[in-house]
């Protein structure tokens, strides 16, 4: 079994870019582990190189599969996801997953609530941006169930945000740009974990484009309270 930062009550950062690569179970595909409790089956958040031709065999998600597309093209029976995708497989679903030309993933596995079972493939190179609560911020929504919200936010350059709280946590991975905050300063390729309850007021001197994922920690809640 193994354990890497798989207390959700914990703060964790990383910059994924320093990270080694692990090999898998399969020929060509090899992960960046960010958290993870279990063995090869486990509660997971990774980034997930697939090279050119690689490809793993039917397998069933137990508990959901959550997917953004950060390079290339990756696929299954159902479609190719090229760059900006972002794909929800729910738990009891399966696939034959692949890329003809190569990909880099951000997945989480057996992270979703069971009462969710909504399939969503959202290209988000072509989805609208809405505005945000404060001037210079545009927000993409993604998903969102129960305590869980999902979306893609843009930060102009020089905007900032008002200080507040998470009480269900926040997840955070840096596609673009620079992200800050009280606490650090977090270039493209950052993951930040923020534990429930946690506080901050983030900014952007540059401008950044984050991936950003609320109300999940330590786990998520059903519309009608139920735990995940």
């Given at each position: 079994m193994t354990s890497?930062?798989?207390?959700?009550?914990?703060?964790?950062?990383?910059?994924?870019?320093?990270?080694?690569?692990?090999?898998?179970?399969?020929?060509?595909?090899?992960?960046?582990?960010?958290?993870?409790?279990?063995?090869e089956v486990a509660r997971a958040t990774s980034i997930v190189r697939y090279?050119?031709?690689s490809r793993f065999e039917r397998h069933v998600h137990g508990g959901g599969e959550e997917i953004l597309v950060l390079e290339g093209t990756f696929s299954d029976e159902q479609g190719d996801y090229p760059v900006g995708t972002y794909l929800r497989n729910p738990a009891g679903s399966s696939h034959?997953?692949?890329?003809?030309?190569?990909?880099?993933?951000?997945?989480?596995l057996q992270q979703m609530h069971p009462a969710d079972?909504?399939?969503?493939?959202?290209?988000?190179?072509n989805s609208p941006w809405l505005p945000g609560l404060v001037p210079g911020l545009q927000v993409m929504p993604l998903h969102a169930f129960g305590s869980e919200h999902v979306a893609l936010v843009?930060?102009?350059?020089?905007?900032?945000?008002?200080?507040h709280g998470h009480a269900g946590g926040e997840?955070?991975?840096?596609?673009?740009?620079?992200?800050?905050?009280?606490?650090?300063?977090?270039p493209a390729g950052s993951?930040?974990?923020?534990?429930?309850?946690?506080?901050?007021r983030p900014w952007s001197e540059p401008g950044c484009t984050i991936w950003v994922k609320t109300g999940h920690l330590p786990t998520s809640l059903g519309p009608d309270g139920s735990v995940a």
């Open positions: 890497l930062n798989a207390d959700p009550n914990l703060r964790a950062v990383l910059d994924t870019n320093a990270l080694g690569w692990t090999p898998s179970p399969m020929a060509g595909v090899e992960r960046r582990m960010l958290d993870r409790h279990g063995g090279a050119p031709g034959v997953p692949f890329s003809d030309g190569g990909c880099t993933l951000l997945v989480k079972h909504q399939r969503q493939v959202i290209d988000t190179s843009r930060w102009a350059p020089g905007t900032v945000f008002q200080p997840e955070i991975f840096v596609l673009a740009g620079v992200f800050q905050d009280e606490h650090g300063t977090y993951w930040v974990r923020n534990p429930p309850g946690s506080v901050h």
